[in-house]
C-alpha cells in the first residue's frame, strides 16, 4: 500500500497536473484511484485524499463514502448535509481533474486536520458552500454542489492540487496525538 505522505515532501507544494480525457477510464488511473483508496481507508479519521498525497501530481481527489452514512460525524463533531438513506456500502466518490465554480460568500471558520499534516489542526476560513465540476472514473463529467463538511473537503482537496496544505492558512494550529481527548 502507498504510504501517506507528509507536510515535508516536496511533491505536496507542486501544482499537480490535469489527467488527459482520453486517459480517465485507463488501468494507470484506476490503480491510483484504488492505492488512493485503500490508503484512505488504512486511516480511521481520513475523510478524503489527493493523488498527490501519495505520490502522484495529478488532479485527482477522492472523498470517502462514510460520510455518506447516517449519523456520520467526524473527529470534530462535524456531520456531512449529504446524508444517503442506505449509506451502509456508500462508495468513495472520484473526482478527477475537479474546478470548483462557485464558492458562497458566506464563510466560517471550521476545525479542520490532514492526513499530510499529521497531527496538527486548527481553523481555516472556508466557504460555507462550494460547487465542483469534475469527471468521475469513467470519463463522465458531473457537477455537484455542497454545503458544510463536503463544501470544506472541496476545498481542502482543491487546495492539494494547488500545492497548498491547510496549515498554510490555518489559524490556532495546535497538535493533538490521538490518543488525546478533543
Known sequence: MKKILQAKEK????????????????PKIKKIIKEMSLALKSQSDGVAIAAPQIGYLLRIFVVSGKIFSPGFADKRGRET?????????????????PKISKLSRQKEWVPEGCLSVRWLYGKTHRAKK???????????????????????????ETDHLEGILFIDHAKDIKEEKPNEKV
Open 11 to 26: 511533491i505536496l507544494r507542486q501544482k499537480s497536473k490535469e489527467v488527459p480525457a482520453a486517459e480517465i477510464a485507463k
Open 130 to 156: 462550494a460547487t465542483v465540476a469534475a469527471y468521475d472514473e469513467k470519463g463522465g463529467k458531473f457537477t455537484r454542489g455542497a454545503s458544510g463538511l463536503m463544501a470544506q473537503i472541496f476545498q481542502h
Open 81 to 97: 448535509s449529504e446524508v444517503q438513506k442506505d449509506a451502509k456500502g456508500a462508495k468513495d466518490v472520484v473526482f478527477i481533474n
